[in-house]
């Protein structure tokens, strides 16, 4: 589960509440920073200084540990959202700024969510810390392997293509661009955007697919 840490959306109020029910159902808990843009949910680019993106990145990632180390809850990952996870994946200094905010914040042994070739990946990875590539189960990606922005018609999947979507990048790291290429997305996770409303569905139903298929799933965090 990531967790809204006040950039686009959240408060201390949700992240508590958040960070209990992952402790009550046993589920890795994250961070999930962004542009603090709440009008747009995070999905407006914001040309910010480098040192302005590291200390609102660090200020997020802060936020909720002091939080998650009342409940008595371990960070896991990191997981950012909407269009800082865009320019974060394409800029280097975007991604060197949110990379040394990752490693500022000192959450213990915590791992980076991020594309399988990016910019956020190689920085992270410069500072000694753990990437994991993710794919999506219900966005739609461009033929060079992107994910398509929010405007786009099909942006967003129903839940038919989401689930065999899932699949294909769980089961053969290839996924369909909406243009019909073959792309592939070498994910070691698969994330769901949970506020759409076939979340919950697509969550139980892809999870007991790949499962049937002989996929293990757990939790990455140490």
Known sequence: ASIACGGHAGDA??????????????????????????????????????????????????????????????????????????VASQQPTVARAVAQAVHAAELHRVYVRAGADCELRREVSALGMEVVAEGFADRGYAADGTLLPDPHPQAVLPYERSLAQ?????????????????????????????????????????????????????????
């Open 13 to 86: 109020a949700t992240m508590r509440e958040s960070l209990r029910l992952c402790a009550v159902y046993g589920v890795e808990a994250g961070a999930h920073p962004s542009f603090p843009d709440r009008a747009n949910f995070g999905q407006q680019a914001m040309n910010l200084p480098a040192v302005e993106v590291m200390a609102l990145v660090r200020e997020q990632l802060e936020q909720l540990k002091e939080i998650a180390d009342e409940v008595g809850v371990t960070l896991c990952h990191v997981k950012l959202h909407g269009m800082l996870a865009t």
């Open 166 to 222: 899932g699949l294909d990048i769980g089961l053969r790291g290839t996924a369909r661009a909406v243009t019909g290429e073959l792309v592939s997305i070498p994910a070691q996770s698969l994330g769901v955007h949970a506020y759409l409303p076939e979340a919950p569905r697509l969550v139980r139903d892809l999870s007991a697919a790949l499962r049937q298929a002989g996929i293990r799933l757990g939790t990455s965090c140490a």
